[in-house]
């Protein structure tokens, strides 16, 4: 059974900064293109970045270029969201998805598992 679990979501004051780790089991992790998406209230969703399988190809979303950071360590199953200079604009729930190709997708539809969200709010 494929899990992604996503934590370190939280209250930060704007201008602060959270790390946001997935953790992946059930999937052969290296096998998979990895994103991070978000979905605030009112608003579409977005595809804030992705990783490729082996991590040397990152994609991101203008609204978060230079402030946000993607990892992956394959050896611990696990893919990070760094967020830097935060903004209320980035308050959302933050989700990580897993797909099994060997680009770095940003259509939701090109992710076969999704995690159960991790709500980030930044206050101004």
């Known amino acids: 059974q494929v899990q992604l679990v996503e934590s370190g979501g939280g209250l930060v004051q704007a201008g602060g900064s959270l790390r946001l780790p997935c953790a992946a089991s059930?999937?052969?992790?290296?096998?998979?293109?990895m994103g991070w998406f978000r979905q605030a209230p009112g608003r579409e969703g977005e595809c804030v970045g992705s990783?490729?399988?082996?991590?040397?190809?990152?994609n991101y979303a203008d609204s978060v270029k230079g402030r946000f950071t993607i990892s992956r360590d394959n050896a611990r199953n696990t893919v990070y969201l760094q967020m830097n200079s935060l903004r209320p604009e980035d308050t959302a729930v933050y989700y990580c998805?897993?797909?099994?190709?060997?680009?770095?997708?940003?259509?939701?539809?090109?992710?076969?598992?999704w995690g159960q969200g991790t709500q980030v709010t930044v206050s101004s």
């Open positions: 990783i490729s399988r082996s991590g040397r190809t990152k």
């Open positions: 059930g999937v052969t992790f290296s096998n998979n293109a």
């Open positions: 998805a897993s797909a099994t190709v060997p680009f770095t997708p940003a259509q939701a539809s090109t992710y076969n598992y």
